[in-house]
């Protein structure tokens, strides 16, 4: 049984570039949330999807965008990438049910630099 | 809006016993989650409290007190592989919002 998985493991971009983040959720999972974690801090909420509409939204610019597909997979895209958003981009994948509140798996994350 | 606060760093013996404490300021949330992150890895679930009390997930317990604004995790026997940063998370709405601190490292020494 997959875990959820991210793609790529690390990038890196230019300070004005636009990056798009993939993740695929755990077999069985039908919500997909983002989060952004710098160095020595705990990840940041971004936002969730579920049925292909975004649920929920954390305290980040319209630069930060999302897709869900219609296999739950889900994107995660920056526009005008600046040198702050230089993080660890992680997913989480969970239920729509009262243990998926709580209980989310991560994937590996994608390592963001901006340079 | 919501607020949490946990140690920064906490070091322990191997065997010993490590109490991680979590307040919180927040206006209303559906439970208090815990996570261990090892170093470069992902966040993984360690426990949930939805109610007062403690919760015991074999070395790990977690104790919720919401009239306290207070929880913590509690790992019991310490070994070598439990030195991680440990995560509290606020379950903040009924779609699984969760607010993290920001951890707690937890450094176990022979």
């Given amino acids: ?115 | 809006g919501q607020s949490l606060e946990q140690p920064s760093e906490v070091t322990a013996v191997e065997g010993a016993i490590v109490q991680i404490n979590c307040t919180y300021q927040t206006s209303g949330f559906y439970g208090l989650s815990w996570y261990q992150q090892h170093d470069g890895g992902a966040p993984t679930f360690l426990s949930y409290n939805a109610l007062d009390g403690l919760e015991e997930t074999g070395r790990f317990s977690s104790f919720l007190s919401r009239s306290d604004s207070y929880g913590y995790l509690l790992l019991q026997e310490l070994q070598m592989k439990d030195s991680a940063s440990y995560f509290c998370a606020l379950g903040g709405d009924s779609w699984g919002k969760l607010q993290f601190g920001a951890g707690t490292q937890v450094v176990v020494t022979p």
């Fill in chain 1, 1 to 115: 049984d997959a875990g959820v998985t991210q793609s790529p493991t690390h990038l890196i971009k230019t300070r004005g570039q636009q990056v798009t983040l993939r993740c695929s959720p755990k077999s069985g999972h039908d919500t997909v949330s983002w989060y952004q974690q710098a160095l020595g801090q705990g990840p940041q909420f971004i936002f969730q999807y579920y049925e292909e509409e975004e649920r929920q939204r954390g305290n980040f610019p319209d630069r930060f965008s999302g897709h869900q597909f219609p296999n739950y997979s889900s994107e995660l895209n920056v526009n005008a990438l600046l040198l702050g958003d230089s993080a660890l981009y992680l997913c989480a994948s969970s239920l729509r049910s009262e243990r998926g509140l709580y209980e989310q798996y991560f994937g590996p994350g994608t390592r963001l630099t901006v340079t």
